[in-house]
């Protein structure tokens, strides 16, 4: 699977949510956002970024609600013989 790239992680993110500021860092993006209703659309916007090995967390601060996404690795076992 091909890494996804930061506009189709943002068009997810911006389908779900209103979007009022966006930050990006390093392997990582930090979306604002105005929705009072975030708990149900939280939950479909984390399965639908599983989907492409990536991780939703919800943040609130002073500032308002943010949702931060990064990748994730699977880490492959090892097995033992």
């Given at each position: 699977m091909t890494e996804p790239t930061q506009e189709h992680v943002i068009s997810i993110?911006?389908?779900?949510?209103?979007?009022?500021?966006l930050i990006i860092n390093d392997g990582s993006l930090k979306f604002k956002i105005e929705d009072k209703?975030?708990?149900?659309?939280?939950?479909?916007?984390?399965?639908?970024?599983?989907?492409?090995?990536?991780?939703?967390?919800?943040?609130?601060?002073?500032?308002?609600?943010?949702?931060?996404?990064t990748s994730f690795e699977r880490k492959k076992r090892k097995w033992l013989s």
């Open positions: 993110v911006s389908s779900i949510f209103g979007v009022e500021d209703d975030f708990k149900n659309k939280f939950v479909s916007l984390a399965r639908q970024l599983e989907f492409i090995n990536m991780l939703a967390r919800i943040e609130k601060d002073s500032d308002g609600i943010y949702v931060s996404v």
